[in-house]
């Protein structure tokens, strides 16, 4: 199972994150998702696990939890979505003649 991790603090690393999990089952993963461009945390990530029943386990008893002073949460990870080639879910068109610009 893919599980999605939120509101980590920015110091937490991929060894805490398995680390939090590790106490309810084996951990095939675990990864906090970095920006790319400064390497720093962006406050979340995901951990997989094997083992469905220690998931849902490890996520009944994780969620809600505090790191570091903060609420952490803790979720099966969804699927996801089919974003476009720009980046959201609507294909967007430009045209030089539209009656905005025709007006000045």
Not at 27 to 42: E, L
Not at 65 to 90: D, F, H, L, Y
Request: charged share 35%.
């Amino acid at each position: 199972m893919n599980i999605y991790v939120s509101n980590l603090s920015f110091n937490v690393t991929d060894d805490d994150l398995e680390g939090f999990f590790a106490e309810y089952g084996e951990v095939s993963s675990a990864r906090v998702i970095t920006d790319k461009f400064t390497g720093k945390s962006r406050g979340f990530g995901f951990v997989e696990m094997p083992n469905d029943e220690a998931a849902r386990k490890a996520i009944a008893e994780l969620d809600g939890g505090r790191v570091e002073g903060r609420e952490i949460k803790v979720a099966e990870a969804r699927p996801r979505e089919e974003r476009g080639s720009n980046g959201g879910g609507e294909k967007r068109s430009f045209s030089r003649n539209n009656s905005y610009n025709n007006r000045y």
